[in-house]
């Protein structure tokens, strides 16, 4: 079969780049990882054995024991701490 005159190739199926846009003047750089400390959240566990709680949006899990009660947590996980009655948040 024929392939129409190539057509399919011609066709441009990614729209332009501003090039100005990729200088590194122009780059930001975000940390998505939540290695800037300020933005964690310190919560106590007030329990008497332990709690495991997992992210929401990662892999990231949360040991909460006795003889270990604060724990840093990312900013995206610290609404789902809070409905833990055990966890309380700490103020910094």
């Known amino acids: 079969m024929s392939c129409c005159g190539n057509k399919r190739q011609s066709l441009n199926f990614f729209p332009s780049i501003n090039q100005a846009a990729l200088q590194p003047e122009a780059i930001i750089e975000i940390d ?12 106590r566990f007030i329990g008497k054995t332990s709690l495991e709680v997992k992210s ?37």
């Open 56 to 92: 929401l949006f990662g892999s990231q899990r949360y040991l909460f024991t006795a003889t270990n009660p604060l724990v840093s947590v990312l900013p995206e996980d610290s609404a789902l701490m809070k409905a833990y009655p055990d966890l309380i948040e700490i103020k910094r």
């Open 32 to 43: 998505f990882t939540g290695n800037n400390k300020k933005d964690e959240t310190l919560f």
